[in-house]
């Protein structure tokens, strides 16, 4: 005799309540950082666009930035921290390979017993883990969903590297997922090209650091390859998720990609024909490349300078180490 599962289902629709935010607290402008990579500010602004990065103080770490830009979205978004049910963490710079930051967070916020993961998708992270959380919601597998990207690079640069070390900052950025009464979050094309898995990421194992062989592994890019990849691939993506959304881009209000470099960011408005109604994040120019958390941490900050942006739809992209990648639309709340 075979007995009938029950398999639960959820609202038809979610969307994002709210953003927070939390950024390193000393800001590192150029001219602090050119010496050991024989550069000038000059060149670094042409470059990548950043004139400043926000990096955390020594005893501040990626669990710590989470928990404030946790709290901050939780607080706006009207939910009670206690049914909170799924903890999303996108990071790449947990300082223990385990536990998960996101039962330590979980329990910080009053979100205690949360189901809680990380997920290490690099700067896609942030958009992996609200495509888990909306599905995760209508699949009745939770309720309220914490989806928090959080990193403190700055434990993983080379002070003397040329490739990406003078690109990092560190932040956090949160948003709570909840149940719709309209289609919130669109559908999400995502994916990955392990065939690149040497373009960007970490130059060591820490096996390799154990037993001496190699100094503390940091992160280290090929800029041309992660360019050419980013400009030309990833403005695909971009297209996919505006046709899955099915809007046009004209009909975004804003437009939010990773932080990688502004000259990236200007390529993909250029290529993807923005209108000038559409405000992009340029988040990087002051707060450096977060990796996963840099997708929130420009959004809110978009929702901050431009309050009526509030209702419109915002196309983010995230793309980064594996190679992954990740867009999806979204209602701003």
Not at 80 to 88: E, F, G, L
Not at 139 to 145: D, E, L, M, N, T
């Amino acid at each position: 005799m075979t007995h009938a599962l029950i398999q639960p289902t959820g609202p038809a629709h979610t969307r994002i309540y709210s953003y927070g935010a939390a950024r390193g607290e000393i800001a590192v402008p150029n001219d602090d950082l050119i010496g050991p990579i024989d550069s000038s500010d000059e060149w670094i602004r042409q470059r990548t666009g950043i004139v400043t990065r926000m990096r955390a103080v020594h005893d501040t770490d990626a669990i710590d930035l989470a928990t404030d830009a946790a709290r901050e979205a939780i607080e706006k978004s009207g939910v009670d921290a206690a049914s909170i049910d799924a903890v999303i963490v996108a990071t790449i710079s947990n300082p223990k390979q385990t536990p998960s930051v996101s039962a330590i967070v979980a329990d910080r916020v009053g979100s205690n017993p949360a189901a809680a993961y990380d997920v290490n998708a690099a700067c896609a992270g942030f958009a992996y883990g609200v495509a888990q959380a909306d599905a995760l919601i209508r699949a009745g597998a939770a309720h309220y969903a914490l989806v928090i990207g959080t990193e403190k690079l700055s434990d993983v640069v080379d002070p003397a590297d040329r490739s990406i070390s003078f690109l990092l900052g560190d932040g956090a950025g949160a948003v709570v997922v909840g149940p719709s009464d309209f289609p919130g979050i669109g559908p999400t094309v995502w994916g990955s090209d392990g065939s690149k898995a040497e373009a960007v990421g970490m130059n060591g194992t820490l096996t390799q650091f154990r037993d001496g062989e190699v100094p503390w592994p940091t992160l280290r890019q090929e800029g041309p390859t992660v360019f050419r990849w980013a400009v030309w691939e990833m403005v695909k993506v971009a297209r996919q998720a505006l046709e899955a959304a099915g809007v046009e881009a004209s009909d975004l209000a804003a437009f939010v990609p990773h932080q990688a470099n502004m000259r990236i960011i200007d390529e993909f408005a250029k290529q993807l024909k923005l209108p000038d109604t559409v405000v992009i994040g340029r988040d990087i120019e002051t707060t450096g490349n977060t990796s996963a958390a840099s997708i929130p941490l420009a959004t809110h900050r978009l929702l901050d300078e431009h309050p009526e942006l509030s209702g419109g739809l915002a196309l983010q992209i995230g793309f980064g180490a594996g190679l992954v990648f990740g867009a999806q639309v979204v209602v701003l709340p």
